[in-house]
C-alpha cells in the first residue's frame, strides 16, 4: 500500500500477466544495460530503456523524486556532444518540417479567400533591432501568409494610414480591413491569433487584456529597447559630437 500508485493498483493486482511481464520485463532490462552500453547503436537503446523503465516506478509506484533522480543518472551516459549532435539533428529536421508546414499552409488553406480575409497589417519600427528581430520571427511563423509588415520609418507609411509617429515608436501598430488601428498588446492579440505557433499563449494574452496587465508588461518591454538608425538618417535623427573626425 505504501509503495503503489491508488489508481493503478487494482489494474496490476488483478492481471497475472501484465504483472509477470513487467516483472520480468524490469529484471531483463536491467541486466542487459550494462552490456548495451558497449555498443554505439545500443546504448541509446538500453538508454531509452532504463528512462522507460524509471518512468515506470514513478507511475505505478509513486516515487517520483526517485525515478527522476535515477533518470538524470541514466541520461548521463550520453555525452555532451552526442546531445549536441541530436539537438542539431532535431533543429534541422524541424527547421525542414517548419518549411513543409508553411509551404503547405499557404498553397493549400492561406490562397483561399476565407483565410485572406483575415489578413492584417503591421507597423514596427524599422530603427530598432530588438522589432526588426520580433518581426522577422512573426514572419517565419506566418503559415498563412496572413502578417504584412511595414516600417513606419519608410516614407510616406504614416500618411498613407493616418498615424502618430509618436505613438508608433511606443507601441507596435497593427490594422485590419475589418477594424481600426491597435497598438500595444491589443495588436500583438491580433497578431498571436493568425499565428499558429502562438495559439497556446492566447489565453494567458486575453487574461492581460482582461486584468489590465498586459499592456503594462508590454509597455515595459518596449521601454526598454533599444533604438538605432539602419542605415541612414533623416530630419528625426541628429548625432551631435564635437570629437567626431571627417
Not at 153 to 175: C, F, I, Q, T
Amino acid at each position: 500500500d505504501l509503495f503503489s500508485n491508488p489508481q493503478l493498483r487494482e489494474l496490476f493486482l488483478n492481471n497475472d500477466l501484465l504483472l509477470v511481464f513487467t516483472a520480468y520485463a524490469a529484471i531483463m532490462v536491467k541486466l542487459a544495460f550494462p552490456f548495451l552500453l558497449f555498443n554505439q547503436k545500443t546504448k541509446y537503446i538500453s538508454v531509452f530503456l532504463m528512462v522507460s523503465f524509471h518512468v515506470g516506478i514513478g507511475i505505478a509506484m509513486g516515487l517520483v523524486t526517485f525515478s527522476l533522480i535515477m533518470i538524470i543518472a541514466d541520461l548521463l551516459m550520453i555525452s555532451d556532444r552526442e546531445y549536441a549532435q541530436f539537438y542539431t539533428f532535431i533543429k534541422q529536421k524541424y527547421h525542414r518540417l517548419r518549411i513543409f508546414l508553411r509551404l503547405i499552409m499557404r498553397k493549400k488553406i492561406g490562397k483561399s479567400t476565407t483565410v485572406q480575409s483575415f489578413k492584417i497589417t503591421v507597423f514596427y519600427d524599422g530603427w530598432c533591432p530588438f522589432c526588426i528581430n520580433s518581426v522577422n520571427r512573426l514572419k517565419r511563423m506566418d503559415y498563412f501568409g496572413l502578417l504584412d509588415c511595414l516600417s513606419f520609418r519608410e516614407e510616406g507609411v504614416r500618411d498613407e494610414y493616418k498615424l502618430d509617429l509618436n505613438k508608433l515608436e511606443k507601441r507596435m501598430h497593427s490594422k485590419s480591413s475589418k477594424s481600426s488601428v491597435k497598438e500595444g498588446i491589443f495588436a500583438f492579440i491580433q497578431i498571436a491569433t493568425r499565428l499558429l505557433p502562438l495559439w497556446p499563449i492566447l489565453p494567458v494574452l486575453y487574461l492581460g487584456k482582461l486584468f489590465g496587465l498586459g499592456q503594462r508588461v508590454y509597455d515595459y518591454i518596449a521601454s526598454n529597447r533599444s533604438i538605432v538608425p539602419a542605415g541612414k538618417c533623416n530630419h528625426d535623427c541628429f548625432i551631435n559630437n564635437k570629437n567626431q573626425k571627417v
